[in-house]
């Protein structure tokens, strides 16, 4: 049972770019040494940049996609990649 659901898990986040996962990691990481909303993201804000100015493929899509039909449609495609797996 344990196995089935960190499959599952597992199939949710793979759409993400490792380097954006390494960093997301590493922003929990910090918010859980922090042990606070205010200065997890007062610590967190170099991690925030960085993840927001990633040029990867997906990004990329997505930028083009809120030029094209708006952000309500870019982010309707970038949640479909998560949720496509389920």
Same mark, same amino acid.
């Given at each position: 049972?344990?196995?089935?659901?960190?499959?599952?898990?597992?199939?949710? !986040?793979?759409?993400?770019?490792?380097?954006?996962?390494?960093?997301?990691?590493?922003?929990?990481?910090?918010?859980?040494?922090?042990?606070?909303?205010?200065?997890?993201?007062?610590?967190?804000?170099?991690?925030?940049?960085? !993840?927001?100015?990633?040029?990867?493929?997906?990004?990329?899509?997505?930028?083009?996609?809120?030029?094209?039909?708006?952000?309500?449609?870019?982010?309707?495609?970038?949640?479909?990649?998560?949720?496509?797996?389920?």
């Amino acid at each position: 049972m344990l196995n089935t659901a960190a499959q599952a898990l597992a199939l949710r !986040i793979a759409p993400t770019p490792l380097p954006i996962l390494r960093l997301t990691k590493q922003a929990l990481t910090r918010a859980y040494e922090a042990k606070g909303l205010r200065t997890a993201v007062a610590t967190n804000v170099d991690i925030s940049c960085l !993840i927001n100015g990633a040029n990867t493929p997906e990004q990329q899509e997505f930028d083009k996609i809120a030029a094209a039909q708006g952000l309500k449609a870019a982010l309707a495609w970038r949640d479909s990649r998560y949720n496509a797996s389920n």
